[in-house]
């Protein structure tokens, strides 16, 4: 079964940084778009980061020249470097894939969710 496997979450204090990972299981990025999200409590999910099957990149612009998203398509692997972090960042991050080589806005064309990890920062 194809689905993606986060880690790298944590709780952390304002201005503090991490690095979230996504693994594929069951599946290969190839030149599809991937994506990072995430959701807070009560709240829809949301696109945070894209990176297509050209590695052009996209962010909400809360994020910009905080958040770097990059891949490793050897190694299957999704990055999402986090820095200066934000109270507002708190929330369970997910990665996905979307099934073209450009990227979606709307996070439902996205597949294979995984469990997610979740992003505490403390102010």
């Known amino acids: 079964q194809e689905q993606s496997l986060e880690s790298g979450g944590g709780s952390v204090q304002t201005g503090g940084s991490l690095r979230l990972s996504c693994a594929a299981s069951?599946?290969?990025?190839?030149?599809?778009?991937m994506g990072w999200f995430r959701q807070a409590p009560g709240k829809e999910r949301e696109r945070v980061a894209t990176?297509?099957?050209?590695?052009?990149?996209s962010y909400i612009d809360s994020v910009k020249g905080r958040f770097t998203i990059s891949k490793d398509g050897a190694k299957n692997r999704l990055y999402l470097q986090m820095n200066s972090l934000k109270p507002a960042d708190t929330a369970t991050y997910y990665c996905?894939?979307?099934?073209?080589?450009?990227?979606?806005?709307?996070?439902?064309?996205?597949?294979?969710w995984g469990q997610g990890t979740q992003v505490t920062v403390s102010s």
């Open positions: 069951g599946y290969t990025f190839g030149t599809y778009c």
């Open positions: 996905a894939r979307y099934p073209w080589s450009y990227c979606s806005r709307d996070y439902r064309d996205f597949r294979y």
């Open positions: 990176i297509d099957g050209r590695d052009s990149t």
